[in-house]
């Protein structure tokens, strides 16, 4: 009949045969650490003859270091034998009977005999397993120094890459702005050629008409001079001398706008007390206007001084009483006054002179612009240009109002702090 067979029916030579046969090192010792049975496992894992291991002591299996500490072991195993495992945690190391020392792994057990301990030791030679285990953590170990350096070496391309990449931003940057200089250099060229220009094409035709009349005057005064006619000889001479004039002021025009061109304006600003600077413009413009013109100033309160440079404030007020001059009839007024609003000072220049049409005000600030009923009145369209930015140079502004035949009303506005 099959079935389960009771553990107690089984014969000691049967238990002797599995003790022989097992695969695992069996040491049995006594209570004295006297190895009293001995496994062929056992005798093969330690490299003794069979049977030798019986005339041994437990502790002689021990590298001599460990044996001390192993006896002390063994007598508090004695006194409370439990089944278990020994060295957890820890590396147990064994010894070969020709002194090679190796790692095992050892479970404990016991069993009573006649009222005589006897200890069971399990013994594995785990230096295969040992020796797999630090060629795994050896190569854990490489891997993690490889990753390092990898990490390191990722890390210094992406330093170097990083530092290209802003070399080449800065590469980027320098030849942008060398790029846009070159263009403002180019366009700067382009405008002054274009002023080049336009000034041949206007000296040829500006300047055609006064020295015409400077050569047919003088030519009459000579004629003059022979039929002794001293009245009409005055009459050219002032003729010649109004053409004169008016090649210089275009000379002039064009001098003031190619020093604005370079930067060559330096402002210097001083204290200017306004009732003399008035009057010095009056009295410099008076012999410059039309016959029965008149130029009446009005500031007011008490003298007002302001911070600026007078030079450009003078030829910024020179040009816009002229030109309210050039644009008003015989016999009209000019009215030039001040203005205060906190932080700031106002000139205006007022004439009731032609006026600027509607559809010209827009440009009116353009170089060579001249509006459409300036007609046969002389000029360059350069000057309203030139106060603009001379107004600029003082951080001021330039504003008009005017209306078609009534006149016009030019403004300058400049920072003005009275502390
Ligand atoms: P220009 O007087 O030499 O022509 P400006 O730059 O001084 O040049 O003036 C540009 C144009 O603006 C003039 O041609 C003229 O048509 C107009 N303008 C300037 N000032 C006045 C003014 N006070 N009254 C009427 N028109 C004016």
Known sequence: ?????????????????????????????????????????????????????????????????????????????????????????????????????????????????????LVMAFVSDITQRKLAQDALKRSEEQLIVYAAELENKVQLRTEALNNIVQELEREVQVRKRAEEETKKALEKERELNELKSKFVSLASHEFRTPLSAVLSSASLIQQYKDKNEPDK??????????????????????????????????????????????????????????????????????????????????????????????????????????????????????????????TDKKHIFERFFRATNAGNIQGTGLVLNIVKRYADLLDGTVSFESEYGKGSIFTITIPHHTS
């Open 1 to 117: 009949m099959n079935g389960p067979i009771p553990i107690s029916t089984i014969s000691n030579d049967a238990f002797l045969e599995i003790f022989q046969s097992m695969s695992e090192g069996l040491i049995m010792v006594d209570e004295a650490g006297n190895i009293v049975a001995a496994n062929p496992v056992a005798d093969q894992i330690f490299g003794y003859e069979k049977g030798a291991l019986l005339s041994l002591k437990l502790e002689e299996l021990l590298p001599a270091s460990l044996r001390g500490s192993h006896i002390n072991f063994r007598k508090g195993f004695n006194a409370n034998p439990a089944p278990r495992r020994m060295g957890t945690g820890r590396d147990l190391l064994a010894i070969k009977k020709d002194g090679t020392e190796f790692p095992v792994e050892v479970s404990l057990s016991y069993t009573k005999y006649k009222d005589q301990l």
């Open 233 to 358: 000889i005055d009459k050219h001479i002032q003729r010649i001398k109004t053409s004169v004039n008016h090649l210089t002021n275009i000379l002039n025009d064009f001098l003031s706008l190619g020093k604005l061109e370079e930067g060559k304006i330096e402002i210097k600003p001083e204290p200017v007390r306004l009732d003399q600077f008035f009057h010095e413009i009056e009295e410099e413009l008076k012999p410059t206007l039309k016959s029965g013109q008149t130029i009446t100033v009005h500031c007011p309160g008490e003298v007002p001084v302001v911070h600026s440079d007078s030079r450009i404030l003078r030829n910024i007020l020179f040009n816009l009483i002229s030109n309210a001059s050039k644009y008003s009839n015989e016999g009209k007024t000019i009215y030039l006054s001040c203005s205060f609003t906190p932080g700031h000072c106002a000139f205006h220049v007022r004439d009731e002179g032609i006026g600027i049409p509607d």
